[in-house]
C-alpha cells in the first residue's frame, strides 16, 4: 500500500481530495432514506397487546388491595400513560388447565349458566374503562366435558361460544371484536363454517373469527391454500391468526395467496423470553425484542395486530413461565408490591404514538440497512402520523433520511427513546425543511417513537410498597366472602392449578366453604393430573397446613405442603407431598414428582383409621419437621414418614380422581400454622381488597 507522504505535495493534495470524496459518498451511502407518502396503500393497523390467560395468568391481580390494584391496570391500559395497551386478547374458561392453571367455565353443564365465574370479565371491563378504544379478542383453550360429548368441534361449542359473546354484552355491556376457533389444536374446515353460520344466526354477524392459531410451519401454513379453493371456508375465515410468525415464517406462495385473497393477518400469540438465546439474554433485550417483533411482523409478514403471551405476571413463582413473558409483575397482593419490566416500554413506543385504525404507510416500513428496523404509520383522518424503529443488532450508529409528502403533517416531531441505561425519555423535537426533510441519527440497540401527536408521558406511580413475604400464620374460613360472586366466586390467594376450587355456602348452613366443583374430566388444553390449588410462601420449610373436609359422593380429598413446582407448563402435576384422607378412612402420605414415571406420585406410607365414621367433617394435618413429615387427623396423629426429596415449598388444598372421574370436596378453616403452633385467627385482608364485581340481582348462584 502506498503511503500519503511518498508522494508528491500537488499529487497528495489531488489524491486526499479524491479521498475525502469517496469517503464523503461512503458516507452518503450509509445514510438509508425513505420516503413517507400519505398517499400511498398501506394495510390497516390493528394493535399490539398482550393476553391474559393461556393459564390463570391473571389471578392475584384480582387480589390486590386499592389504589395499587387501579395504578397496576393504569400502567397497563391508560392511554398515553404507560403501556398503553391497544388490545386484550382472554381465554375463556373451561374449567381445565392451559399451562399455569385453570380458569372457570361461565356453563358446567348445558344446564349451567353463570357469568360471574372467574376474572376476566372483570379485567376486561377495567381494561376498556380506561382505553374505550381498546379492541377485545378471545379464544378458548379448552372446554367442559359435556361440549359435544367430548368432542369440542361441535355445535355444542359454537352455541357455548355464542353464549359467552352474549354474556358479555348483556352483562357487562362489552362488545366482542374478534374471536378465535380453539388454541393451538389445528385446524377444523367444517366447524368454523358451522361456527360462522352459528355467529351470523344470532345477530353476531359482524363478529370476525381468526383462524387456527397455531404454532409451527406445518400447522400454521399448510391449509392456506384451502381458502383460495374453497369459498365457504374463505368466508368463514376472517383473519388468519397464528402463532410466533417471525419463528415460522410463510412461504412465498402462501404470502401470495393471503394478499390475492385480501386477508388479514394477526400474530395472535408471540413471546419475548429473557432467555431466548444470545439475542434477548436480558430484560432489556426482550423489551428491544418485542419492537423488533412489532415491526418485522408487518414488514415480512403482513401482520396488522401482534399480541404477546402474556399480560401480567400474577402467578406464584413456582408456576411454569413466572417470570420470562409478562409484561410487569403483579405477584405479592398481600403487600401491595409490584414492578414493572422494561418492556412495558416497548409497548408505550407503540400505543402512545398509533391507534387503532391508523394505516402503515408502506414505504416508511422497512428494516435497517445497518441493523434493525422501522414502522411508519399515519392517522386515519388528518395529517398527523409517526415513526417506530429499533436498532436491535446493530454496530454503529445510522442515519436515516426521511422525505415527507403526499399531505402528511411537516410540523415538527416529538422523539422519544429507549436504551439500556434509560427507559422512554423524551429527545430534542425534529423538525422537517422547507421541501420536508428531515434526518436522524439512531444509536444501536435502542427504541425511538417520532410523532407529529402530543400528549405522550412516562406515567408511574411513586410509593410502591415493598414486597412482604405472604401472612404467616394464615387462616381462611372463607365467611368474609358473603356474596361468592361480587369475588367471582375465587378465594384471596389461592391459584387452581387443575379443577376450580369456588366459595360456596356450607350445606349445613355455617358459613362460607370451598368446593372444588369439576367432577368430569374436562377437555383440557395440556394433559391434567389431580385437581389442586396452592397458595402461600416456596420458601417454607418447617409448618403445619390443615383443613377440614367433608366429601361430596366418595372419593377422596386432602392438603398439600412443600409443593415447589406445578409442571412445566405442558404438564401440571405437583412437586411436593399431600396427606390423603378417602371417605372410606383410608390415608396416606403420598411424595408428588416429575422423577417417578406412570402416576407421578408414590405413596411413602398407608394406614387406615380405626374406628372410622364416615360423613360430616374431618381436619387433616400434614406436619413438616425436616425430614419428618406426619398426618394427622381431627387432631391425631395417623401416619409418619420420613422422606428427604423436597426442604421447602408452598401449601395447597387436593382432591381425587382417576382417568374419567374428578371427586368433588368441601374444605374449610385452611390453616397455615408453626409446627405444633397454637389457634390462628382468621387473617385479615385489607379492607381495601374490594370486591371486582358489583353486587347483582340477577345472580341466583350465591
Not at 198 to 224: C, K, V, Y
Not at 608 to 632: D, Y
Request: aromatic fraction near 10%; glycine fraction near 10%; hydrophobic fraction near 35%.
Amino acid at each position: 500500500m502506498t503511503h500519503l507522504s511518498t508522494i508528491r505535495p500537488f499529487h497528495r493534495l489531488l489524491l486526499a481530495a479524491a479521498l475525502t470524496c469517496a469517503l464523503a459518498g461512503a458516507a452518503r451511502a450509509s445514510e438509508q432514506a425513505l420516503t413517507l407518502d400519505g398517499t400511498a396503500p398501506g394495510r390497516t393497523f390493528d394493535g399490539v397487546g398482550a393476553v391474559s390467560g393461556g393459564g390463570g395468568t391473571s389471578v392475584l391481580l384480582k387480589d390486590y388491595p386499592e389504589p395499587e390494584r387501579s395504578q397496576i391496570l393504569d400502567i397497563l391500559f391508560k392511554p398515553k400513560f404507560a403501556a398503553s395497551m391497544q388490545t386484550l386478547y382472554v381465554e375463556i374458561g373451561s374449567d381445565g388447565n392451559s399451562t399455569q392453571g385453570s380458569e372457570p367455565t361461565h356453563m358446567r353443564s348445558p344446564t349451567d349458566h353463570n357469568a360471574r365465574r372467574g376474572y376476566e370479565w372483570w379485567l376486561m371491563s377495567e381494561a376498556r374503562k380506561r382505553s374505550p378504544a381498546l379492541t377485545l379478542d378471545a379464544c378458548a383453550w379448552g372446554a367442559p366435558g359435556w361440549v359435544g360429548n367430548g368432542n369440542f368441534w361441535s355445535q355444542d361449542m359454537c352455541d357455548y361460544y355464542v353464549s359467552w359473546v352474549r354474556d358479555l354484552k348483556a352483562t357487562y355491556g362489552l362488545t366482542l371484536d374478534a374471536i378465535g376457533c380453539r388454541n393451538e389444536r389445528g385446524s377444523n374446515f367444517d366447524w368454523v363454517k358451522q361456527f360462522r353460520k352459528t355467529l351470523d344466526q344470532n345477530g353476531l354477524a359482524s363478529l370476525p373469527i381468526h383462524a387456527f392459531d397455531d404454532p409451527g410451519n406445518e400447522r400454521m401454513w399448510s391449509w392456506i391454500p384451502s381458502l383460495e379453493k374453497d369459498p365457504a371456508l374463505n368466508a368463514a375465515v376472517g383473519i388468519v391468526g397464528n402463532h410466533c410468525l417471525t419463528q415460522a415464517p410463510e412461504p412465498a406462495a402462501v404470502r401470495e395467496t393471503l394478499r390475492k385473497l385480501h386477508k388479514t393477518v394477526w400474530n395472535t400469540e408471540d413471546h419475548v423470553y429473557n432467555a431466548d438465546g444470545a439475542f434477548y439474554p436480558d430484560a432489556y433485550s426482550c423489551a428491544l425484542g418485542a419492537v423488533h417483533r412489532f415491526n418485522i411482523n408487518y414488514i415480512d409478514h403482513d401482520a396488522t395486530k401482534i399480541v404477546n403471551w402474556y399480560l401480567v405476571g400474577s402467578t406464584y413463582g413456582i408456576e411454569p413461565y413466572a417470570d420470562q413473558p409478562p409484561a410487569m409483575f403483579a405477584n405479592s397482593p398481600w403487600s401491595g408490591h409490584y414492578a414493572l419490566k422494561p418492556i412495558i416500554w416497548a409497548y408505550a413506543h407503540y400505543g402512545q404514538f398509533t391507534q387503532v385504525g391508523w394505516h402503515y404507510v408502506d414505504s416508511g416500513c422497512t428494516h435497517l440497512a445497518g441493523g434493525g428496523s422501522v414502522v411508519t404509520m399515519r392517522a386515519a383522518t388528518g395529517r398527523d402520523y409517526s415513526v417506530i424503529a429499533e436498532t436491535a443488532g446493530a454496530k454503529v450508529p445510522q442515519t436515516v433520511r426521511f422525505a415527507v409528502e403526499g399531505g402528511l403533517s411537516r410540523k415538527a416531531l416529538c422523539v422519544w427513546l429507549t436504551t439500556r441505561s434509560s427507559d422512554f425519555v423524551r429527545q430534542s423535537d425534529v423538525t422537517p425543511d422547507a421541501t420536508g426533510v428531515f434526518t436522524i441519527t439512531l444509536q444501536p440497540d435502542a427504541i425511538y417513537s417520532l410523532s407529529t401527536t402530543r400528549g405522550q408521558q412516562k406515567g408511574g406511580f411513586t410509593n410502591v410498597p415493598a414486597e412482604k413475604p405472604f401472612p404467616f400464620p394464615y387462616q381462611d374460613n372463607f365467611d368474609e366472602y358473603s356474596e361468592p360472586s361480587r369475588f367471582g366466586y375465587l378465594p384471596h390467594y389461592t391459584a387452581d392449578i387443575v379443577g376450580v376450587f369456588e366459595v360456596v355456602d356450607r350445606p349445613d348452613g355455617r358459613g362460607k366453604c370451598l368446593r372444588q366443583v369439576v367432577d368430569h374430566k374436562v377437555q383440557s388444553w395440556a394433559p391434567e393430573w389431580k385437581p389442586y390449588t396452592i397458595l402461600g410462601d416456596a420458601t417454607w420449610t418447617d409448618y403445619q397446613v390443615s383443613a377440614d373436609i367433608s366429601f361430596d359422593d366418595g372419593g377422596w380429598a386432602g392438603v398439600m405442603g412443600r409443593v415447589c413446582q406445578t409442571g412445566n407448563g405442558w404438564d401440571n402435576d405437583a412437586n411436593g407431598y399431600y396427606a390423603r384422607l378417602d371417605a372410606d378412612g383410608a390415608c396416606s402420605i403420598v411424595l408428588a414428582s416429575d422423577q417417578i414415571k406412570g402416576t407421578r406420585d408414590r405413596a411413602l406410607t398407608t394406614g387406615r383409621i380405626s374406628g372410622w365414621k364416615s360423613g360430616g367433617w374431618h381436619t387433616v394435618m400434614l406436619r413438616f419437621e425436616g425430614a419428618k413429615i406426619t398426618m394427622l387427623v381431627d387432631g391425631a396423629a395417623v401416619l409418619s414418614a420420613v422422606d428427604h426429596t423436597y426442604p421447602h415449598g408452598m401449601a395447597g388444598l387436593i382432591t381425587g380422581g382417576d382417568h374419567d372421574t374428578r371427586y368433588t370436596a368441601l374444605f374449610d378453616n385452611l390453616t397455615i400454622n408453626r409446627v405444633n403452633g397454637g389457634a390462628v385467627r382468621p387473617t385479615v385482608f385489607s379492607q381495601d381488597h374490594a370486591p371486582i364485581y358489583a353486587p347483582s340481582a340477577n345472580d341466583s348462584a350465591d
